[in-house]
């Protein structure tokens, strides 16, 4: 039996042996079949998530996704407004509250802030649920009649016409996003704020304000989308630290997506499927870089011509 | 070596150049060193963080006198009070095995009755013992990985800048690829990996946290080393035929490394932060280490009665976010100081 599992995995063989085979899997010689390989999809059987980790990521992604798809747009938008905020109003109260609020926000440890969030919004207030769905809600997206256009549960629900699944899925997703996002305004804040003042310091910013622009003009048309421009390279991180971020957030929240997956296979010592995960998220990591940097040609001219 | 004094009427020369004394202390640090200590000590944000790391830094010296220890060769177990699950509330009596009453107890409480102060957690650990010891888990792990990630960035960066050229490159791109690994999934990893090996305790964590965290002051040093390289100390050095080695470690790192060490002073709060992850996440040391991280994810199972059991949070929270806001609040300000558009201002 010990034997047969050495030989089946090469553990007898020297270890880049060892590894090719982990790469490429083997080819039954009979049937022609290939076992293993994570060059070919392949990433083992996950022991925690009782299926193959490929179909586990499969399964369990389109939950983060959904899940970092509502979380961007208030990190960052409000991020921004925030970080703009406290620049023009620099060293006022407004600067000041901004400041404690970042520290306030890079102290708190998200499970932390997650378990105060349950405690009061769920247990206390009752008004938003921890978990993915109502279990009314379940009932329904099993059945046939929902089509599963996308596997993201928010647009699947808009595009069958029910509004009632998708606003229950919002409410579910509410502390999560706001976990998220509190945890990254900080950051948001502090990188816009410095760009900003930076930008305001200019002298094409004391052109425009010379000929006589309205400070709002000055700061939104002129200043703003100059700034920008190192604030994108921080909201590119942002997207990949949300999506690896998740994990805590996940498993305070018992939402399931691959951070949740990935946290409980870890503390169980499930190393094959942690690995899995680390793989995906290395392929994430280079999707996004490549997206960020794209949106550079787009958000400075400079880019572009050179 | 004799200065030239200037013969005549230089009086001119010495109201335009201002003077001012020069102490001890920015003697020894130099100017620009000087700037950076006295601006912390002036920004009243950076106080406060200094007051409330000297209170934790208290608290872990004196542990041992507010919280005694049941078996003094294994303080850091937190003492149990019996085995059943529902977490009791903040001043219950203790019923089995209490902890030797400590000094300050009587006078302050007026009874000689030991109580759980902050209540106890699931399986009756003792939340305020769980607080004082985490205390010193929390110094010793945010100074053992910050001294071992500090040697190795410096290493690694001074070693990268010195020698330039393509063992700078291949170092960087090395440095690179760490960077783009996302920290605390990379540290869950490794973490998952060494525990099975080495077993369950704080060093998992602590070399997981280690192997992630030393690139920033590589990068660090080794900017603030290329531009010290240049100087003309270091050419007449060389000139005169001192070791590389010598020369690095006597001539370079010791002018380049006081921004990397204060920076580094500061990372202790964020390492604690990761690590309380990691142990959330049950990571890390046996079930009723005192850890703050491990008395947290005592909550995950109460959530659902949270607001009846909000001490078994709200209490070590409290804990590790004025722990870790001590040592943001002097970070924040130290920001500022070390911006380079402030140079040169008082």
């Known amino acids: ?306 | 070596m004799s200065e030239t004094i200037p013969s005549g009427d230089n009086t001119l020369l010495r109201e335009t150049v201002s003077s001012r004394e020069i102490g001890r202390v920015e003697r020894f640090l130099g100017p620009e060193n000087y700037r950076i200590v006295t601006g912390l000590l002036k920004t009243p944000a950076s106080v406060m963080g200094f007051v409330l790391i000297t209170f934790f830094a208290l608290i872990a010296l004196a542990a041992p006198v507010i919280a005694p220890p049941v078996n003094p060769n294994e303080p850091y177990k937190i003492p149990r009070d019996g085995f059943r699950a529902e977490p009791q509330p903040m001043g219950s009596q203790w019923k089995t095995k209490a902890p030797p009453l400590p000094f300050w107890w009587k006078p302050v409480m007026g009874t000689d009755k030991w109580e759980h102060i902050l209540g106890t957690s699931q399986g009756q650990y003792d939340v305020f013992y769980g607080i004082i010891w985490g205390t010193r888990t929390a110094f010793r792990t945010g100074l053992i990985v910050t001294i071992s990630t500090f040697l190795i960035g410096i290493i690694i960066g001074s070693v990268s800048a010195y020698y330039g050229g393509i063992v700078d490159n291949i170092i960087m791109r090395i440095v690179d690829v760490f960077l783009t690994l996302p920290f605390i999934l990379a540290a869950l990893i490794l973490a998952t990996i060494l525990t099975p090996r080495i077993g369950k305790s704080l060093y998992p964590a602590i070399i997981a946290l280690v192997s992630f965290g030393w690139m920033g002051y590589a990068r660090i040093i080794r900017g603030d080393i290329l531009s010290i390289k240049e100087r003309d100390y270091v050419m007449a050095a060389r000139v005169i035929g001192v070791k590389d080695s010598r020369i690095l470690f006597r001539h370079i790192i010791p002018n380049a490394i006081f921004p990397t060490l204060v920076l580094a002073s500061l990372a202790v709060g964020d390492v604690v932060l990761s690590f309380a992850g990691l142990s959330f996440l049950g990571i890390g040391t046996e079930v009723g280490y005192a850890d703050w991280g491990q008395v947290l994810s005592f909550a995950r199972n109460w959530i659902t009665s949270l607001d009846t059991y909000w001490y078994i949070i709200v209490w070590p929270g409290l804990a590790l976010v004025l722990y870790v806001m001590g040592f943001n609040l002097v970070g924040d300000a130290l920001r500022d100081v070390l911006d380079p558009r402030m140079r040169g201002k008082s």
């Open chain 1, 1 to 306: 039996m010990v034997e047969g599992v050495i030989k089946k995995y090469k553990l007898d063989r020297p270890l880049y042996e060892q590894y090719w085979t982990w790469l490429v899997g083997t080819v039954d010689v009979g049937s022609g079949e290939r076992h293993g390989g994570i060059l070919f999809g392949d990433f083992g059987y996950s022991r925690t998530g009782s299926q193959p980790v490929a179909e586990l990521i499969k399964n369990r992604f389109p939950n983060t996704l959904d899940l970092t798809i509502w979380a961007v747009a208030p990190v960052i938008l409000v991020g921004i407004w925030l970080g703009v905020q406290a620049a023009v109003h620099q060293n006022t109260i407004i600067d000041q509250a901004g400041r404690i609020f970042s520290i306030v926000g890079t102290s708190f440890p998200t499970f932390v802030f997650g378990l105060l969030m349950l405690m009061f919004f769920y247990v206390k207030l009752g008004w938003f649920p921890p978990g993915r769905m109502s279990d009314w809600a379940s009932v329904i997206v099993r059945t046939n009649e929902f089509h599963s256009y996308t596997t993201l549960l928010t647009i699947d629900a808009l595009l069958n016409g029910r509004f009632d699944i998708f606003l229950d899925a919002l409410r579910h997703m509410f502390m999560p996003i706001l976990t998220l996002s509190y945890i990254s305004w900080a950051t948001f804040l502090r990188v816009t704020r410095s760009s900003m003042l930076e930008t305001l310091r200019m002298e094409y910013v004391v052109t425009a304000r010379a000929k006589g622009l309205t400070e709002h003009d000055v700061i939104f048309k002129h200043a703003q989308p100059n700034a920008m421009i190192s604030v994108v390279t921080l909201a590119g991180f942002s997207v990949v630290s949300l999506l690896g971020g998740v994990v805590i957030t996940e498993t305070v929240f018992n939402y399931p997506g691959i951070g949740q997956a990935a946290a409980s296979a870890a503390a169980q010592l499930d190393v094959i499927t942690v690995l899995g995960f680390a793989l995906f998220n290395g392929f994430i990591l280079i999707v996004s870089n490549l997206v960020v940097d794209v949106l550079y040609a787009v958000v400075d001219p400079r880019v572009r011509l050179s």
